[in-house]
């Protein structure tokens, strides 16, 4: 990353249709951002609890670093970080390297979703 650069990733729900659109627009040439898309805000909840956004707050812009190093970070026991670090990885929020560090290769996250009357 150059200096002074700031990556940000946007976090949020995506329905076919808005995928579908977002797909055209790239294709198109349109810069769509990184984002990592939910098909429900129940699944977004169930991946983004407390405990896990303070995982990746503690990450953000720090660099590949191993699970004991971040539940240092976020003062927690080790077995329940590496519990919400695997989740983190399985959504593919988290990165797992080849030295078996994980890395969070953003400086800030954002959460975008819209709720409308039933």
């Not at 729900?13 to 129940?42: C, M, N, P, W, Y």
């Not at 919400?84 to 593919?92: C, E, K, W």
């Amino acid at each position: 990353m150059d200096e002074g650069s700031h990556s940000v990733v946007t976090l949020g729900l995506s329905s076919i249709q808005e995928t579908k659109r977002q797909v055209a627009a790239a294709f198109g040439g349109h810069a769509q951002g990184t984002r990592i898309d939910f098909v429900s805000i129940d699944l977004l909840w169930k991946v983004l609890t407390v405990k896990r956004l303070e995982i990746l707050q503690a990450m953000a812009g720090q660099g590949a670093m191993a699970v004991r190093e971040v539940a240092r970070r976020v003062g927690r026991d080790i077995k329940a970080v590496h519990g919400d670090v695997t989740a983190l990885v399985s959504a593919g929020i988290l990165d797992r390297t080849a030295a078996g560090k994980v890395s969070f290769p953003y400086d800030e996250v954002r959460i975008d979703f819209t709720l409308k009357a039933a």
